[in-house]
């Protein structure tokens, strides 16, 4: 990549990167989807808008995020009544 990495860059943009989506996304694409940058960073997108925004995280930022969701910190935004 011969240009800057910024937050909300289209994902198109991010050249040569491989995504990855959990083998639990459903049929209907409602995943995200994650590529590690050359230089580290972490970029995510929505898997049903690939041509879309992509966000991009520090690896101490998604080390983070993978814990809090591996300890169950989020569990309550995907509950009923969550």
């Known amino acids: 990549m011969d240009h800057d990495v910024y937050n909300g860059m289209a994902a198109t943009d991010l050249y040569g990167v491989n995504w990855q989506k959990s083998r ?7 995943c995200v989807e994650f590529a590690r940058l050359p230089g580290g960073e972490v970029a995510v997108r929505n898997s049903r808008f690939p041509d879309g925004p992509a966000l991009v995280y520090t690896r101490a930022e998604i ?20």
């Open 24 to 30: 639990h996304s459903n049929s209907q694409g409602s």
């Open 63 to 82: 080390e983070a995020m993978l814990a809090g969701v591996k300890d169950g910190e989020f569990d309550h935004l995907v509950r009923n009544g969550g």
